[in-house]
């Protein structure tokens, strides 16, 4: 065998393999009948403990629940949502979690429901990402990686401060 | 003992939410409702002198807000989005007023002062990088400014251990007298905002 046809064989080989590949992968995440779309996370204060998260849930398949969460980067994750009544906030935590319809999406969203960091290990950083791993009750664990986003304003808002951004 | 500490606890928490509720329906009536107390200046008598802390733990008071009119706001640092989101609204609003709104000081006092320290709020306020001025201070200092500006404020226990608060979210509006003029409610339009922030600065 010469050495061209001996790269054209390797070559072949590590084609065929990618593709074998990437099929199973393409399989594997055919058969993910809930996922988890735009996840983020608040940027947080140096001294600030906790610290929130928001995402949406899509759920193709049965109906499930959001029963907890769990990250590294803080001691613990509770679930909550928050109301606004005759003027005044109020935020709860929701022991029992979230409930995500057969078929359907649940948005965790400011002024809603959302995620929370309790005391955080260290403060979260804008640009930075956040893992964060979700237990539902039938689609098991998910992890993912929130991406942590500045609460400063737009740099489209500021055209005078556009060198303070990152 | 232990059984008249968590029947003390629960009468506290009874007496808390009373009191929320009875101060929501004042901040109400006061606002909105045709209860109001009648005052002279058909406004409700707000605002007050008080006494806080800044960043390197000085006093702060009213008096170093004299001459520029301000916005002020209170919440807490673990406040996940209604107390970020109207910061940043202020933020943006202020901005859209032009050099009218430079006069402007927006100033945020968190009524969680067991958890925040002085560092932090002025650490939080930082994160918005629009000079928003951060304080708290000893909770007998918070309960003072919350009382004047009629603020309500309740720590509520959550199931698995610690606390949240429930707290007001109207946004107080004070002239460089320091004198209340208006406030801006969480319900209020992007217009309907700008508008009185628009008057405040005019003034």
Same mark, same amino acid.
């Given at each position: &065998?010469?050495?061209?046809?001996?790269?054209?064989?390797?070559?072949?080989?590590?084609?065929?393999?990618?593709?074998?590949?990437?099929?199973?992968?393409?399989?594997?995440?055919?058969?993910?009948?809930? !996922?988890?779309?735009? *996840?983020?996370?608040?940027?947080?204060?140096?001294?600030?403990?906790?610290?929130?998260?928001? =995402?949406?849930?899509?759920?193709?398949?049965?109906?499930?629940?959001?029963?907890?969460?769990?990250?590294?980067?803080?001691?613990?994750?509770?679930?909550?949502?928050?109301?606004?009544?005759?003027?005044? &906030?109020?935020? !709860?935590?929701?022991?029992?979690?979230?409930?995500?319809?057969?078929?359907?999406?649940?948005?965790? #969203?400011?002024?809603?429901?959302?995620? =929370?960091?309790?005391?955080?290990?260290? *403060?979260?950083?804008?640009?930075?990402?956040? *893992?964060?791993?979700? #237990?539902?009750?039938?689609?098991?664990?998910?992890?993912? !990686?929130?991406?942590?986003?500045?609460?400063? &304003?737009?740099?489209?808002?500021?055209?005078?401060?556009?060198?303070? &951004?990152? | 003992?232990?059984?008249?500490?968590?029947?003390?606890?629960?009468?506290?928490?009874?007496?808390?939410?009373?009191?929320?509720?009875?101060?929501?329906?004042?901040?109400?009536?006061? @606002?909105?409702?045709?209860?109001?107390?009648?005052?002279?200046?058909?406004?409700?008598?707000? /605002?007050?002198?008080?006494?806080?802390?800044?960043?390197?733990?000085?006093?702060?008071?009213? %008096?170093? $807000?004299? /001459?520029?009119? @301000?916005?002020?706001? @209170?919440?807490?640092?673990?406040?996940?989005?209604?107390?970020?989101?109207?910061?940043?609204?202020?933020?943006?609003?202020?901005?859209? $007023?032009?050099?009218?709104?430079?006069? $402007?000081?927006?100033?945020?006092?968190?009524?969680?002062?067991?958890?925040?320290?002085?560092?932090?709020?002025?650490?939080?306020?930082? $994160?918005?990088?629009?000079?928003?001025?951060?304080?708290?201070?000893?909770?007998?200092?918070?309960?003072?400014?919350?009382?004047?500006?009629?603020?309500?404020?309740? %720590?509520?226990?959550?199931?698995?251990? /610690?606390?949240?608060?429930?707290?007001?979210?109207?946004?107080?509006?004070?002239?460089?007298?320091?004198?209340?003029?208006?406030?801006?409610?969480?319900?209020?339009?992007?217009?309907?905002?700008?508008?009185?922030?628009?008057?405040?600065?005019?003034?």
């Amino acid at each position: &065998m010469n050495k061209n046809l001996k790269n054209a064989c390797a070559l072949s080989v590590l084609a065929i393999a990618c593709l074998a590949a990437r099929t199973l992968e393409v399989r594997a995440a055919g058969t993910e009948t809930l !996922r988890i779309e735009a *996840p983020w996370a608040r940027e947080t204060a140096a001294g600030q403990r906790d610290g929130g998260g928001f =995402m949406t849930i899509v759920n193709d398949g049965a109906a499930d629940q959001l029963v907890g969460a769990s990250s590294p980067a803080s001691s613990e994750v509770q679930i909550h949502t928050v109301q606004i009544e005759n003027g005044v &906030m109020r935020m !709860r935590e929701l022991p029992g979690g979230i409930a995500v319809p057969a078929a359907g999406r649940v948005e965790l #969203k400011p002024g809603s429901l959302h995620i =929370m960091f309790i005391k955080l290990n260290q *403060p979260l950083k804008a640009g930075e990402q956040v *893992p964060l791993t979700l #237990k539902f009750r039938v689609a098991g664990e998910k992890t993912v !990686r929130l991406e942590v986003r500045s609460v400063a &304003m737009p740099p489209s808002a500021m055209p005078m401060a556009t060198k303070e &951004m990152k | 003992m232990k059984a008249f500490l968590s029947r003390h606890t629960a009468l506290s928490i009874a007496v808390l939410v009373l009191l929320a509720v009875a101060g929501g329906a004042a901040l109400q009536s006061a @606002f909105r409702g045709p209860d109001a107390e009648p005052v002279a200046t058909g406004q409700p008598r707000l /605002g007050g002198p008080f006494e806080l802390q800044d960043r390197d733990g000085k006093a702060f008071t009213d %008096k170093n $807000l004299l /001459g520029r009119p @301000f916005a002020l706001y @209170f919440g807490y640092t673990r406040c996940p989005d209604v107390c970020p989101t109207t910061l940043m609204r202020l933020a943006t609003w202020r901005r859209a $007023l032009g050099a009218d709104g430079e006069k $402007l000081q927006i100033v945020f006092v968190s009524v969680d002062p067991e958890i925040d320290t002085p560092a932090s709020v002025a650490a939080y306020a930082d $994160l918005f990088r629009a000079s928003i001025v951060g304080l708290t201070g000893t909770p007998e200092q918070v309960a003072r400014i919350a009382d004047a500006y009629r603020v309500i404020y309740a %720590k509520v226990p959550q199931p698995s251990g /610690g606390y949240n608060i429930d707290h007001s979210t109207y946004v107080y509006l004070a002239g460089s007298d320091g004198r209340f003029v208006d406030v801006i409610s969480p319900l209020d339009t992007e217009d309907e905002a700008t508008a009185k922030l628009r008057q405040l600065v005019s003034r």
